[in-house]
C-alpha cells in the first residue's frame, strides 16, 4: 500500500511507507497500525487512479504526486511523450517480444503432436514415414507464412506505414492460423 506523509496539511514525502516511519522513528516502538495511528504521524493511504490508455512505444507513464481532493490523497499520472532513443529501444524489444510469442506459438503447436519444438517437427520432411513426412511439410508452411506475416508487418512498422504493434494478439488476425487440419 502506497502512503504520503503530510506535515501541517503539505504534501512532506511521497511515496513513504510504514517501514519508513519505523526509520525515521528509531526510539519508538511500533505495533500495528491502524489508519488512526498513521494519521497521528502525518501518513495517509494514497488511493490507486486509472490512466488513460496510452501507446506504450511512443509514451511512457510518468507517476506524479498524489492530489488531496478534501478527503482522500489521489494518485496521479501524466502521460509523455518518450525520446527518439526510447522509441527506437521500444520498438527493439517490442519486435524481440513477438518474435518470441510467435516462436513459442509455433513451438507449441509442434509440441501438440508429440515434437519437440517447430524446428524438430520440420527436421522430418524428408522422412520414410508419410505421417512425420506431412507434418514436417505443414510445419514448414506454417513457419514460413509466419515469420513471412511478421517480416511484412516489422516492414511497414520501419517504413511509417502502421503503428508498432504491442504484442502478438494486436495482430493476431493477420497471422497465420495453425492447425493441422
Excluded at 107 to 122: E, K, L, P, V
Excluded at 156 to 167: F, T
Amino acid at each position: 500500500m502506497a502512503y504520503v506523509k503530510v506535515k501541517d496539511g503539505v504534501l512532506e514525502q511521497y511515496p513513504y511507507s510504514k517501514e519508513m516511519l519505523i526509520r525515521d522513528n528509531p526510539n519508538v516502538s511500533f505495533g500495528y497500525l491502524s489508519n488512526e495511528d498513521l494519521s497521528f504521524w502525518g501518513l495517509y493511504i494514497v488511493h490507486p487512479s486509472p490512466y488513460t490508455e496510452f501507446n506504450r512505444i511512443t509514451h511512457k507513464l510518468i507517476e506524479l504526486d498524489p492530489v488531496y481532493d478534501g478527503e482522500n490523497w489521489i494518485q496521479q499520472w501524466s502521460i509523455e511523450e518518450v525520446s527518439a532513443e526510447e522509441k527506437s529501444s521500444n520498438i527493439i524489444s517490442t519486435k524481440n517480444l513477438i518474435n518470441k510469442q510467435a516462436q513459442d506459438r509455433l513451438d507449441s503447436f509442434a509440441m501438440s503432436r508429440g515434437y519437440d519444438n517447430i524446428m524438430s517437427a520440420c527436421s522430418y520432411v524428408n522422412s520414410t514415414n508419410i505421417t512425420f513426412q506431412s507434418e514436417a511439410q505443414k510445419c514448414i508452411e506454417l513457419r514460413d507464412s509466419m515469420w513471412n506475416c511478421l517480416m511484412n508487418i516489422f516492414t511497414s512498422v520501419d517504413n511509417n506505414l502502421r503503428a508498432m504493434p504491442i504484442n502478438i494478439n494486436e495482430i493476431e488476425n493477420e497471422l497465420p492460423v495453425l492447425a493441422w487440419d
